[in-house]
């Protein structure tokens, strides 16, 4: 039965900025446990502001707004303590971001020292371990674990970053944009890495790249001017859109 | 025609460099008119001793100056004394202040953080004199007699807003990614704020603390209202203390011992020269 009940649903939700305008309109979706699903539409459209949303990242701007519910196994997000929320559903930023003053271990463990769990040094370097081997950046850094997480390339510092957010055995990883800033070998590295990785997470993906979401998710949204416009299988939106809109931007004609 | 005319904007820019060079060494000429008068005065006072010994009597110094001989005795009451007060008063203003400006840093709407960011901006322009005196109330009446706790408790005073808003400022500057990085993993804002935010700022808050302790450290007036000064070398924290600037003025004030301003003023000039040195390059070497 768990398998069939979705992890995550938008059920209605909306986000705004200010009074007067709607960043997301609306928004209702289902996502299925260990699925990748792409997030879609021209820039501007509201696919970070709805990503963020799911992490409760509106909590830090008193100015923003969210209405309706995004529910987690079930259970309304918008209600629950935002440590707890976060815990369960990791995120990952367009630009890396590892911590600057952290090794590369401490990067890893940061989920923890962050939540204030002690781990033994076994727990530790097993953690480190398993969590760079799921991104596949083990072989390249394992000599170099006590050193700045900064002095790594752009694609190795965004895999870091998925390894950091994998560390907490989160239930979802919402990813926005995440090889947007990266060359096309550090982005098919992640992409394979992606695929693997649904076995244990459900990911939810912005792309600003057609080919990625194509090549990745099993199921994709397309959003415009803060509207879920469509909502279903990859292969089949791609290739017959039913809305008028979907084709504009799938053929080209929009943004 | 064209040529002309390019010919005409680079002399205009030569004119303008010339004189933006010009106003910068005038700027330069005050600084470097201090820094010579005192180091041509002061220099050969400058020996092992002069950091070793206690200041002299007016007797002892008189007795010196009729047979021709160099004063004896130095400034080692002083240093010490001032060592103690920044000690004590840096190892409570540098908590208080992070703590403060790392709080002005992540509520900057909020109504009372807006008016402590407006009384920080007030104590900053409180005249040292003004902190002097009400320290004297505070502290030296109620304690019965001047101490090297009153004199550190003015000094906290006047570096507590300079710390809280240096915390402030590189707090600020922070690119917002590293704290929802933070809170991203489920961490909660003290945390975040420790473990992330805090580190990454480290090398301007300690620019900072260099700073204002360099900012105290030549303070005479507040000194005289609270550690009043001492002949010899103490290190009880309840009684009257010495400190260099004040040991400036003392011996401004006696005909015998006026050869050793200059010693005193060399070494104070060259500490807040090298605390600031110092602090560029950190600042400097953490920016990168
Ligand atoms: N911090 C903000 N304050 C006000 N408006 C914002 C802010 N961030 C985004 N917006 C607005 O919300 C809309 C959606 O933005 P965003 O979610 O970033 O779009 P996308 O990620 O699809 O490019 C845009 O119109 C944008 O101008
Ligand atoms: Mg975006």
């Known amino acids: 039965m768990e398998s069939v009940k979705p992890i995550l649903e938008f059920n209605k939700t909306c986000v705004s900025y200010t009074k007067q305008t709607m960043a997301v309109k609306y928004v209702s979706a289902a996502i299925d446990r260990n699925t990748i699903t792409a997030i879609m539409g021209p820039s501007g459209c509201g696919k970070s502001t709805l990503l963020r949303a799911a992490n409760l990242m509106h909590e830090l701007y008193p100015n923003i707004r969210v209405d309706g519910e995004i529910l987690l196994n079930g259970e309304n997000i918008l209600s629950m303590e935002p440590v707890d929320v976060r815990r369960r559903i990791g995120m990952v930023f367009q630009r890396p971001a590892p911590f600057p003053t952290m090794s590369i271990t401490d990067n890893v463990l940061a989920g923890y020292a962050l939540n204030g769990i002690r781990l033994s040094k076994a727990e530790r370097e097993e953690t480190v371990e398993r969590c760079l081997k799921s991104v596949a950046l083990w072989d390249e850094v394992k000599d170099v674990l006590n050193k700045k997480g900064t002095f790594l390339s752009g694609g190795q510092q965004q895999r870091l970053c998925i390894a950091r957010a994998l560390a907490m055995k989160p239930d979802v990883l919402l990813m926005d944009e995440p090889t947007s800033a990266l060359d096309p070998i550090a982005t098919a590295h992640i992409e394979k890495l992606m695929q693997e990785l649904q076995k244990e997470v459900t990911i939810l993906i912005v792309t600003h790249n057609m080919g990625q979401a194509m090549r990745i998710s099993s199921k994709s949204m397309f959003m415009y001017l803060g509207e879920l416009v469509e909502y279903g299988d990859t292969a089949t939106m791609f290739s017959t859109p039913k809305d008028e809109r979907t084709k504009a931007y799938l053929t080209g004609r929009m943004g | ?288």
């Not at chain 2, 790392?102 to 709407?109: C, D, I, S, T, V």
């Not at chain 2, 005073?157 to 704290?179: D, G, H």
């Not at chain 2, 704020?193 to 005479?220: N, W």
């Open chain 2, 1 to 288: 025609m064209t040529h002309l005319k390019t010919k005409h904007r680079l002399l205009a820019d030569k004119a303008m460099l010339w004189i933006v060079c010009l106003f910068a060494t005038l700027t330069a000429v005050p600084l470097f008119a201090i820094l010579g008068e005192v180091l041509l005065r002061g220099y050969d006072q400058l020996s092992w001793s002069f950091f070793t010994e206690t200041t002299p009597t007016a007797y002892k110094a008189m007795k010196a100056i009729e047979a021709g001989e160099p004063i004896p005795g130095g400034i080692a009451n002083g240093i010490i004394g001032t060592m103690i007060m920044l000690g004590m008063a840096a190892i409570v203003a540098v908590p208080t202040g992070i703590l403060c400006g790392a709080f002005l840093a992540e509520n900057p709407k909020n109504r009372f953080s807006q008016t402590v960011s407006y009384l920080t901006d007030l104590l900053q322009g409180t005249p040292s004199v003004i902190i002097g005196i009400v320290t004297y109330m505070w502290v030296v009446v109620p304690m019965k007699g001047y101490s090297a706790i009153a004199g550190s408790v003015a000094l906290f005073v006047m570096m507590l807003p300079l710390i809280i808003r240096s915390t402030e400022e590189t707090l600020k500057i922070l690119p917002a990614s590293l704290k929802e990085a933070g809170l991203a993993l489920g961490g909660n804002r003290a945390r975040v704020m420790l473990k992330v935010q805090l580190p990454a700022a480290f090398g301007g808050i300690f620019t900072g603390v260099l700073l204002a302790i360099s900012r105290v450290i030549g303070e005479t007036a507040p000194l005289m209202f609270t550690a009043l000064g001492c002949s010899f070398i103490r290190f009880s924290i309840d009684k009257p203390i010495s400190a260099v600037p004040l040991l400036i003025w003392e011996f401004f004030n006696d005909p015998n011992l006026q050869e050793l301003i200059w010693g005193a003023s060399l070494f104070l000039l060259l500490f807040v020269l090298t605390l600031n040195l110092t602090a560029k390059y950190l600042a400097k070497k953490w920016n990168q």
